[in-house]
């Protein structure tokens, strides 16, 4: 046991450095006890003088009164030094007074022991009794120094050892037996207690170290960064405040301890914001359900200037689940909160207009489809006519300066509604209305703001919109299906004349759905080589020599049967599957020319969208080289609407070089003009059946003014839908140079051309219409 002792006091060994600290503090824990601890000492001393000692024997009561007198009085004025704190207090003449008063009192109880233990038989039972009380309390009583506490065991167990050896009674073998394993078990006592007290004195210094240690980092936290420390109990008061949380909130010290975390906030006008609400709103939920939280952002008032914090925090909960408050970290986050919502505001602008964006514009009509009560919101798209002509003619920045000038005038008329940039010449609006109150009249005063003309830079520019819009609840309840349904309404109104409101119905949902379909069919179609060419001979007016076949598309539907163009070209252009629907069409066409008589041509149709496309000059080339058919056999037919691009009127010089001809479809029905013909390289004419069908003075009149001037531009004639004879012999009058049409013949499939280049065959070798004769 004494082993284990030793082996405890060595690992509490302590270093050099703190082993004065810890004698100071060996010392006043004994000084501290001292005077209590003599008083009862000195008691069962005195009771001993003065009932033990004969009365006769003056002289040893006054001896012992005086020595327990002079330890008092040291005891005494040793632990009013230690209270008052004295400055020239020694404590190593602390411990040589506490060891004076340890020997004198031992060496006193001995003497007295020794002077009245041969007495009577009834004083040795007292004396023997008082001896072990007055042992095991001093033990006791001087625990803290080891020294002190041995010494004054030992004085009196040897004391007492050499008066019991000195005596002949017969029971003394027996109690000096018993004083040796009263010795030792005090010594045990002693060492133990001595050395509980060091390792308990090593866990408070080491507790008291890390408390330091987290105080300067807590402080160096505080006071180096924007943070800062909160603590409150379970009522809600602060238990923890510091001059940084003090500085951020705008209070003193005193005035945040004399309130609860809520009155702080209160103070703080924390719910004078729509955010701030939501903030306590979270608060309290977290509160009440006692869980932690992080980075909840609030906002509150400090000195009138609004600020935003950051809080986080968890609960004090003790082991038996008692509430004990909440300890977190607060940190003031105003410049990048005000940066972050700049960022956000950004996002949801647009740049150019100052307008929400899209993504602006889906929020809101989120919020105001979830705001909704009795009434309706609808979404509307509001689409400029003919807009990118103004980039194409005047530039880009005329181009802006319009779209801010249109910006301006619909957010004169927008009152309630919201007014967003979607992107392009696109804009979007959201209003709330009663149900029952007239939709277009709502969005068609839009329209009639745009009506008076605009100047820009200079420019006087005529502006024309077409609106498309769709309802909630009617239409749909979620926010990007009613945005699609009110594209689809204005597709739909563009479609049927422009410059008009639109609204969403359910049969515009259904075509569509048929144009999807009809999307993923053309492209099944494509792959599985479902189309075919028929061929409509084009044939000399004059000689009724065939010249050339154009190529009309056909689809072979594996349901619905044969197709003619005008049932999947327009979706095919819309999805942009005319591309590579255009380029089986020329790839078909080409092979097909490349095996036909000599000298007869083949045209083929082009959509605008192929002409756009950046790959439509390389798609030819590669045709024509693949398929060896000569440039020259070769005649591509476009629309004069489809030639607004830069790049695609230099595609088509490029293939005007190579020998390859150009065909203009339609002219006389359109946007035509002589710029145009100037402008683009044409060859042939193509002058619409529509004026050749009626055969009435004035149309004819037109045929013919159509014929001189191609002839003054140096450009072939070509009369298209000629059905009769009379219709035949007329274009011939007008001297139209070539002619196509049912008379003529009806688009041939692959099989009933080669019947139709047996028929037509001269002995010439020459193929000769048989019906074309000039009267």
Same mark, same amino acid.
């Given at each position: ?9 060595? %690992? ?15 010392? #006043? ?11 009862? *000492? ?49 404590? %190593? ?39 072990? /009380? ?84 807590? #402080? ?96 004090? *909960? ?9 300890? @977190? ?13 700049? *960022? ?5 602008? #647009? ?43 005047? /530039?880009?920045?005329?181009?802006? @300066? ?122 099944? @179609? ?37 197709? /003619?163009?005008?049932?999947?070209? @327009? ?122 069908? #009626? ?72 193929? *000769? ?7």
């Amino acid at each position: 046991m004494l082993s284990s002792v030793r082996q405890t006091s060595r %690992r509490a060994a302590l270093p050099e450095s703190e082993r004065s600290d810890f004698f100071r503090r060996q010392v #006043d824990e004994a000084v501290t006890v001292a005077p209590l601890a003599n008083f009862a *000492i000195m008691a069962g001393i005195s009771s001993v003088l003065v009932f033990v000692i004969p009365p006769e024997q003056h002289l040893i009561r006054w001896v012992g009164a005086v020595a327990i007198l002079l330890v008092f009085l040291n005891s005494t004025y040793t632990w009013v030094s230690l209270r008052q704190k004295r400055a020239q207090r020694s404590v %190593r003449r602390d411990y040589i007074g506490l060891m004076f008063e340890v020997v004198v009192l031992g060496v006193l109880d001995v003497v007295l022991f020794a002077l009245l233990f041969s007495e009577t038989a009834t004083d040795d039972v007292i004396l023997i009794a008082t001896m072990a /009380g007055l042992m095991g309390a001093g033990t006791i009583n001087f625990y803290t120094l080891r020294s002190a506490s041995l010494t004054w065991i030992y004085i009196h167990g040897v004391g007492l050892f050499i008066i019991f050896l000195s005596h002949t009674k017969p029971y003394l073998s027996v109690l000096m037996l018993q004083l040796v394993i009263y010795t030792f078990a005090l010594t045990i006592g002693a060492l133990y207690l001595s050395a509980s007290f060091k390792r308990r004195w090593l866990a408070e210094m080491q507790a008291e170290s890390e408390r330091q240690t987290v105080a300067l980092l807590l #402080d160096g936290f505080e006071g180096g960064s924007r943070d800062w420390l909160w603590e409150v109990d379970a009522a809600g008061r602060f238990t923890h405040t510091s001059p940084r949380f003090a500085e951020v909130t705008g209070l003193a010290v005193g005035e945040l301890q004399d309130r609860t975390f809520d009155q702080m906030l209160d103070q703080l006008a924390i719910t004078s914001s729509a955010e701030g609400r939501k903030a306590v709103d979270l608060l309290v939920d977290k509160f009440e359900r006692q869980v932690p939280f992080g980075d909840l952002v609030v906002s509150v008032r400090v000195d009138g200037v609004c600020r935003w914090w950051s809080l986080s925090a968890k609960p004090r *909960i003790r082991e038996d689940g008692e509430m004990l408050g909440w300890r @977190g970290v607060g940190s003031d986050i105003t410049e990048w909160y005000v940066r972050e919502q700049d *960022i956000l505001r950004q996002a949801e602008t #647009d740049a150019l207009t100052g307008l929400p964006n899209r993504r602006a514009f889906g929020q809101a009509l989120e919020q105001a489809i979830a705001d909704r009560d009795e009434g309706q919101v609808h979404v509307a798209i509001l689409d400029l006519d003919n807009f990118k002509s103004v980039n194409d003619t005047l /530039g880009h920045p005329v181009g802006d @300066g319009l779209l801010l000038a249109v910006t301006e005038r619909l957010c004169a008329v927008a009152d309630s509604d919201v007014c967003a940039r979607m992107g392009g010449d696109e804009f979007g609006f959201i209003a709330r209305m009663p149900a029952g109150q007239s939709e277009r009249g709502a969005f068609e005063r839009y329209l009639d703001v745009l009506r008076d003309p605009f100047f820009v830079d200079g420019n006087r520019i005529e502006v024309r919109a077409t609106i498309g819009f769709a309802t909630n609840p009617n239409d749909s309840a979620d926010v990007d299906e009613l945005v699609m349904l009110a594209d689809l309404a204005l597709y739909e109104a563009k479609s049927t004349g422009r410059n008009r409101v639109g609204r969403f119905s359910p049969a515009l949902r259904a075509r569509a759905s048929e144009r999807a379909t009809a999307q993923q069919e053309l492209a099944r @179609g494509i792959a599985a080589d479902q189309f075919e060419l028929h061929y409509q001979p084009q044939v000399d007016a004059a000689t009724g020599q065939v010249v050339a076949f154009e190529a009309l598309i056909r689809w072979n539907h594996p349901v619905r049967g044969q197709l /003619g163009p005008r049932q999947f070209i @327009g979706v095919a252009e819309e999805t942009g599957m005319i591309i590579p629907l255009g380029a089986r069409a020329l790839a078909l066409a080409c092979t097909a020319a490349a095996n036909w008589p000599d000298g007869i041509a083949v045209t083929v149709n082009v959509s605008s969208v192929q002409l756009v496309s950046t790959g439509f000059l390389a798609t030819v080339v590669d045709v024509l080289r693949t398929t060896g058919l000569e440039p020259h056999l070769l005649q591509v037919e476009i629309t004069e609407t489809g030639v607004v691009d830069d790049r695609a009127v230099t595609d088509l010089h490029r293939l005007r070089e190579l020998g390859v001809t150009v065909a203009l479809d339609d002219f006389g029905t359109g946007y035509s003009s002589f710029a145009t013909l100037q402008r683009l390289p044409i060859d042939v004419l193509k002058i619409d059946r529509v004026f050749i069908v #009626d055969c009435a003075d004035q149309p004819m009149a037109v045929v013919q003014s159509v014929v001189e001037l191609a002839g003054t531009l140096g450009m072939k004639s070509l009369a298209e839908g000629v059905e009769t004879a009379v219709q035949l012999r007329r274009v011939q009058a007008a001297r139209c140079q070539l002619v196509q049409g049912f008379y003529i013949s009806k688009p041939l499939d692959a099989a009933n051309l080669e019947e139709y280049f047996a028929a037509t065959k001269t002995e010439s070798g020459s193929h *000769i219409h048989p019906f074309v004769r000039f009267p």
